[in-house]
Structure formats: C-alpha cells, structure tokens
C-alpha cells in the first residue's frame, strides 16, 4: 500500500479511468435519451395552427411587405421575435417550403438541446468523480432529461412550428456557458473575457426568444455584472447583452407603436388568473402523475447539496483545493484572502452554487408567472420551458460506488495517520484500513449511491409508464377548463396524423369553404365571417360605390388565425376576434370568465363598420345588428383610436416613426370597451339615433 503522494503517477492513471468511466457513462446516457426524444417528436410530428402564424409574416417578408402579418398594417403578431428571423434565415437559405422549414428548425432545435443540457450537468458534475473519498467509480446517469422527454408535450410540442425548440434550445446553450464560467473562476485572460462577454450576448437574447425569459436571462446578466470583473468588462457586458434586444425594443417602438409584441397585449400577458393557473398546473401534473419526478428530483438535489457540502469539508481539511467541489460554494475556503466582505460576496457569485441557483430560481418563477397568467388553453405548452429549465442542474445525476464496500463497515483504527488508498496500478491488493472520518465517508458514499440509484430505477420505471397517457378528453372535447390536448384535437377533428402543412388544414371544418368564398369575392372584396355550418360563410359586402381612396379588399374574420392565413393570398386581409394580428380587438377588456387564451372577443359589427362593408339589411347578414354597426362606426372616431389606427396604417416615415416612439407607452396599456354603446359614452360622444327606431 502507497499513500497517495507516493504514486502520482499510478493516482493520475487511476483518475483518468475513473473519468473515462463517467464520459463512456455520460455519452450513453445522451446518446439514448436524446435518439428516444427525436424518435417521439417524429413521431408526433406536426404544425399547430398557432405555429403558422409566423409563416404568413415571412410570406410577407419575402414579398417585401415588411415584418407584418397584413400587408399595408404594422402588427407584430408573433411573440418570439428571434423564432421569426431565424425561420426567415433558413427559409431564405434552402428556399424550402415554409412548414417544413419549421418542422425541422423546431426539430433539430428541440433535439439537440437535450445533449446540450446534459453536457451541461455533467460539467457541473466533472469534479465529483469519485465521490466523496475520492476513490469510488461514478456513472452520470439521465435524469431530468428523462423526466423532460417522457412529458407527451414535450414530444408534441418539440415540432409544432412554435417557438418551444429555440425556448429551450437557448436555455441548454445559456446552462452550459454559465457551468463554464462558474468553473473558469476570476480569471483575466483574453480568452476568458471573450467567453464572458458571450454569455452576456446569450444571455441578453432573452426577451428576443421569449419576453418573459428576460427573468432567467436578467438574472444571469446580473450574475455576470456583479462578479469579479473590472468596469470595463461591466461596461463591455452592459453593451454586448443590451445592443440588439434595446436595438430592436426602439424598432418595435416605431414601427409598431407598441412596447411588447402585439399578442402580448392580446392576452393581458400582466393580468392574473390564479386560479385558472392551477387548473392549467393540474392539467399537466395529473395525467402522467408528474409530481413523482418532481419530488425524487427536489429530494436528489438535497442529496447532491448535502455531499457536496460533506466533499467541500473534507477538501478543506487535506488541504486540497476547495475550488473542485462544482456544488458547494467553492468561494467559502478563500474568502479569509478577501480584503473586505464586499469582494467576498462578489467572489461567490462565480461559483456553480450561485449559477445553480440562479437557474433553479429562475424556473419557479417562471412557472409562477404562468400560473399567475392562467397558464394557456394548449395542454403543458407554456410549462414546458419552465419544468426544462427547472431541471437543468439535474439534466444528469452522479452515482458513485465506493471502490472498497468493505472499508465503510470496518472498525478497525487506521494505522497511519493520513488516510491511504491500495495501489491504484495493483487492483488485486487488499483493501486498507481506514479512519473512522473514512469509514463515515464511505457509509454515506454507499447510502447515497443507493438512493440516487433507487430514484433514477424509479424515475426510468415511471417515463416508460406514463410516457403514452393521454388526457381524458384529448381530441373529443375542449373541456370546462378550456384546455386542450392541441396536437390530438386536430388529429381527431381533420384524421391526419401528422398536419404539418397549410394545405393540410383545408381537411380542417370551414377550411375548403373558406378559399372558395375568398375566391367568388376576390374582386368585389368583402367581410367573410364563419357561420354556425361548418359548409358555409357569411360575406358582409362592400358597398356598390366605394368612399374616395378606398379599396376593395377581402377581409377573413376567424379565430383559427394561422391555418386561415397561410390558406389565404396576401392579398386577403386576415383578423381575428380576440386581436393576436387585429388591435382593435387585442385593445378591448379581457373577460374575466371568457376561456384561457380566448378571452377576448370582439363582436363582428365592430369589423363590419372597420371595413366599410354596406351595414343594412339585406345586405348585411341577417344575425348582425344594425344598430351595433352604427354604433361602432361612432366608437370608430374616439380620438385614441383613430391615433391607434394611424401608429400602424398611415404610411411610416421617420415622423410616423418619432411619433410611434412617443405614444408607445399610451397604447400598451390603452383599452375600449367591446361594447359600442359603451366605449362611445367612454369617449365622450354622441350616440347615434337608432336604425329602426321602436
């Protein structure tokens, strides 16, 4: 037997096959998690119809409309900016057809941001090889990776056209800088300033990819400033993170005349239906029974806190380098060389203790938000980010085996007074004798070890059970709680397994009736408002003489915006009821009992006096009101809105411009009142006399 100090040369050997063991170990793990994932998102392949919406903005981006969804309307109708530009980028690149591009953007996205996640974790966990007597043979096993692609929204929502790829995608790109930074310490180089000032740029991404993942990335940015860094790299970090999302913010202000995208405004993203966000928790943890993962996860990371804590001690009391515990706060040992607390505190900031928990934090709040908002009428989609974010620090888990079992239950007293390993080269010599701080060490190796590997048997055990549930009334009904499984929904309701193209959704009710309606009144334009008959329209026509400088033009009113757009010429106007491309309806009330995601709707007159459209019988539709029409045509002229109107209308010019950027902060926050009658005494002017006077 050898003290370590004796053989360096058959120690480093030692360590070297240990960490072999835990890459070979890791690289399964990702190799098999991340080709079950893309498997199931195959699988389950498809488009939603919300995921079309952004492709109607680049159909008019390459048409030279601009960013818009309604060529001549400055309506930003997609809320992740960054999934729009670059669904543009490859689109452009491969000139392929629109769906199929973000199939496979989303895809590949989704996909790749498993491995990424967990090579994340795993550098997290590099320093743990061999546990805490340093010694032991450690496996890094998936385990919030299983957790996250045995969610069925996962799978669905991995394709989909939405943004949900890029979301996480990000989030396991910004995961791993921030491991490598934590691990890089103070340094000084040029190499290390490059990468720091890269985080930043990640990081200030994030109201880019989603608005409110400027939580996580917020949080990260201040991480990074108030580190141990000189100001001119504070300065350097404010400019690189803030250049393109306060670029674009001052765009979006003038050419939008708005502060956030417009569904934003559609949804009331600041309003709060707790008990709605309940529901919408419920929906996603009952079905496949989530709360198990996530106790065995919150119960691993307290073993993972706890070891690390136990490994950090005894660092400290060999005199090793407390710097290779990636857990605990690896600042703690060295804060007596701070000169004042205040350095102290920002040392410990650069410590993978603070970057777990800032992510950690990040993730409740952000499923905290949802809640608060309501949660959204799609099953899990919005949770989804937050649960992956959640469980980044857990993406892997360590399990260490103790290499000599025998010494955590042998009694005898050490003979030397340092503790001593056999030979690493002679793996047949006999196991030593230890302290009894050794043997307490590899008790607790050996009791942790069995738990980690009795949670992640468990967890394994529940992904392949639950992994194909389904919600109760997934594809037949909507439900009270107005959520539904979306992907099943439209599987059910068009018997296409994977819709994936707009020409897909014509098999969708109303769909083929709709294009022959836009067909027949091309040239005449008109109103077409969806029936009660899945066969038909209603068409709200324009008038035989049309007002000086006005154009005839089809405007589609439906709720179902992107498979109604991408089936539409871009000549053809499309709106809908509760604003996400219109804002006359994004700036009305939110109901407080209209379902999730749809509580907004504004009455059809409102469009018919909008669009000029004839407002008598029988020319107008039978179950549309004359006196609502007249009503609305007044409301039309409040002041406000005229101005509303005119921000995305009137002709842009560096003016339009100026003053978009003033009134930006007005109509972020302005409303009407989806009542005529109502928003007309709310502006203070003169109601109409009645069409048909009683």
């Known amino acids: 037997m050898q003290s370590i100090d004796e053989s360096p040369t058959g120690f480093r050997a030692l360590t070297t096959g240990r960490t072999k063991v835990a890459a070979i170990s890791f690289v399964v793990g990702a190799a098999v998690v991340t080709t079950f994932f893309a498997i199931g998102a195959w699988q389950r392949r498809w488009i939603a119809d919300d995921g079309l919406i952004v492709l109607r903005t680049l159909r008019n981006l390459f048409a030279g409309n601009g960013p ?87 799978r669905d929502f991995a394709t989909s056209g939405l943004e949900n790829g890029l979301c996480i995608f990000w989030a396991a790109v910004l995961w791993c800088q921030l491991v490598a930074w934590a691990r890089r310490g103070p340094r000084t180089s040029r190499r290390s300033a490059a990468a720091t000032l890269v985080l930043a740029f990640t990081a200030g991404l994030a109201p880019l990819i989603r608005p409110e993942l400027a939580i996580l990335g917020g949080l990260v940015l201040l991480l990074v400033f108030f580190a141990p860094l000189g100001w001119k790299m504070r300065l350097g970090v404010v400019v690189v993170a803030g250049t393109l999302p306060v670029g674009y913010q001052i765009f979006r202000m003038g050419y939008y005349a708005l502060l956030v995208p417009n569904p934003a405004v559609a949804k009331d993203a600041s309003g709060a239906k707790w008990d709605q966000g309940f529901a919408y928790l419920t929906n996603l943890f009952g079905p496949y029974v989530l709360v198990l993962p996530v106790v065995l996860a919150a119960v691993a990371g307290v073993l993972l806190v706890v070891g690390g804590r136990m490994r950090s001690k005894r660092a400290d009391a060999t005199g090793a380098d407390a710097t290779a515990d990636s857990v605990d706060a690896t600042a703690d ?325 100026k003053h978009n950027l003033r009134q930006a902060f007005t109509f972020n926050s302005y409303r009407i009142q989806r009542e005529p009658e109502y928003e007309i005494q709310r502006c203070g002017l003169e109601m109409p006399p009645p069409v048909n006077p009683r």
Request: contains cysteine.
């Open 68 to 154: 818009v969804f309604n060529a001549g309307e400055r309506v930003e109708a997609n809320t992740s900016t960054a999934w729009t530009y670059l669904l543009w980028f490859w689109a452009w690149l491969t000139d392929g057809q629109l769906e199929y591009v973000a199939l496979w953007v989303a895809l590949v996205c989704s996909v790749a941001a498993i491995p990424i996640a967990m090579y994340g974790s795993a550098r997290l966990f590099g320093t743990r090889i061999g546990g805490l007597t340093g010694d032991g043979w450690t496996l890094l096993l998936p385990f919030g990776a299983v957790i996250y692609i045995a969610i069925p929204p996962a």
């Open 333 to 657: 040992s060295t804060t007596d060389t701070r000169s004042t607390c205040l350095a102290g505190w920002s040392r410990r900031l650069q410590s993978s203790t603070a970057v777990v928990t800032v992510v950690v934090l990040a993730g409740i709040v952000l499923i905290v938000y949802w809640m608060r908002q309501g949660g959204d009428f799609m099953h899990g989609r919005v949770l989804l980010v937050p649960v992956f974010i959640t469980l980044l620090p857990l993406m892997v888990v360590p399990v260490t085996i103790p290499a000599h079992v025998g010494a955590a239950f042998r009694r005898r007293p050490s003979t030397d007074s340092e503790s001593v390993i056999s030979d690493p080269v002679d793996d047949a010599a006999p196991a030593p004798e230890s302290s009894p701080a050794d043997r307490r060490r590899a008790r607790a190796q050996l009791v942790g070890a069995v738990a980690m590997s009795a949670m992640w048997i468990t967890v394994v055990v529940w992904a392949v059970s639950t992994h194909a549930n389904v919600l109760p009334n997934a594809g037949i009904d909507i439900g009270r709680s107005g959520i539904v499984d979306e992907r099943r929904f439209y599987v059910t309701n068009m018997g296409n397994e994977n819709p994936v193209t707009a020409e897909d959704y014509l098999d969708y009710p109303r769909m083929s009736a709709m294009v022959e309606k836009i067909d027949e009144y091309r040239e005449d334009g008109g109103v077409i408002l969806p029936s009660f008959n899945y066969d038909e329209w209603y068409v709200a026509q324009l008038p035989g003489v049309m007002p000086k400088g006005a154009e005839r033009q089809v405007t589609v009113y439906f709720l179902n915006l992107g498979m109604t757009s991408m089936n539409a010429p871009l000549d053809v106007r499309v709106i809908d009821q509760m604003g996400l491309a219109y804002p006359l309806a994004a700036h009305t009330e939110r109901l407080e009992d209209g379902r999730i995601g749809h509580d907004k709707i504004l009455p059809s007159e409102w469009v018919v006096a909008e669009a000029g459209a004839y407002p008598r019988r029988p020319v107008l539709p039978g179950y549309l009101d004359e006196d609502l029409v007249r009503q609305a045509q007044v409301a039309l002229q409040c002041p406000e809105t005229k101005d509303r109107f005119a921000s995305f209308e009137a002709p842009w010019s560096f003016d339009r411009f």
